[in-house]
């Protein structure tokens, strides 16, 4: 009892109340003393067994939890409201660190903020609003838009492209419930342009196969614009101005979360000679909206 009460810091008597209201709860005897040793009884022993086996279960526990906050065997939860645009950016990070195991979800804005505050993801990249006082929100870049149309298409054989010209084409893009139709409809109706979507999708890759008939057009984003089709063309709808701000969205939490930390890192590293990408296939501005 003396040496128990050292290793756990306690005083004896502390230890013998514990035990006396351990064999309360369980209504039988734990222990039994014979002179000044003491001894384990039966149910002791069968019970003893028992909180070993939990004991090692609590210290596995305490190991895989460490171990998913570690960059050698950890794990990360994101969720990418722009699903199609950052495959390599994963790949990347899991090159630079092999051991992770990487969890990713497409989500909207709505569901993976509320995610984010229940726990069940680390980070999202989304381009909405951050209200939420415990998540911490970090611009990741400022997108623009773009006009695609498909070098044949005959708008682009003219000197100037104009307001009408704009509302005239038939365009193709995500249905209306989708967060980049609804901003870019806005973005448009603030610069007094109102387009009309002739076919509408639930994937990016329907919209460029058919902006590649050279029958329609759609919009893009600059970010959008790392991984470009060779078979289309590009011309910015309002140079310079901002079209959304893409960020990180994580928690604040108080304990540091490694493989998080390493993610935000990287991925600010891995943006930014993204943005410069593929310049040779954005047309010079000739976009009249005035």
Same mark, same amino acid.
């Given at each position: 009892m003396t040496q128990a009460a050292k290793t756990l810091k306690v005083s004896q008597s502390a230890i013998s109340q514990a035990i006396r209201d351990l064999e309360d709860q369980l209504q039988v005897p734990l222990f039994?003393? /014979?002179? /000044? /040793?003491?001894?384990? !009884?039966? =149910?002791?022993? !069968?019970? =003893?067994?028992?909180?070993?086996s939990a004991r090692n279960q609590l210290q596995v526990g305490q190991a895989i939890v460490k171990n998913q906050r570690s960059l050698q065997e950890g794990q990360l939860s994101l969720a990418i409201t722009l699903p199609h645009v950052f495959p390599e950016l994963i790949h990347d990070f899991l090159e630079r660190y092999p051991g992770l195991t990487l969890s990713q979800y497409d989500l909207s804005h709505e569901a993976a903020l509320h995610q984010l505050t229940h726990y069940q993801l680390d980070v999202a990249v989304t381009s909405g609003p951050v209200k939420a006082p415990e998540l911490i929100s970090q611009v990741l870049l400022e997108d623009e838009l773009y006009l695609a149309l498909a070098p044949s298409h005959p708008l682009l054989s003219k000197d100037q492209i104009n307001r009408q010209d704009l509302e005239d084409l038939a365009f193709v893009g995500l249905h209306d419930h989708y967060a980049f139709r609804q901003q870019s409809d806005q973005f448009l109706a603030d610069l007094g342009v109102h387009i009309h979507h002739q076919i509408s999708v639930d994937d990016a890759a329907s919209i460029l196969r058919l902006t590649q008939t050279g029958r329609y057009a759609s919009l893009i984003t600059s970010i959008s614009l790392q991984y470009p089709s060779q078979q289309l063309s590009y011309l910015p709808i309002q140079p310079g101005k901002t079209f959304r701000k893409l960020q990180l969205v994580y928690r604040s939490d108080t304990y540091p979360h490694p493989v998080l930390h390493a993610f935000l890192d990287f991925i600010g590293q891995w943006i930014q000679p993204k943005q410069t990408a593929n310049n040779h296939q954005i047309l010079d501005g000739h976009l009249d909206l005035h």
């Open positions: 039994y003393r /014979r002179g /000044r /040793r003491i001894f384990l !009884t039966d =149910q002791g022993r !069968t019970f =003893q067994a028992y909180c070993q």
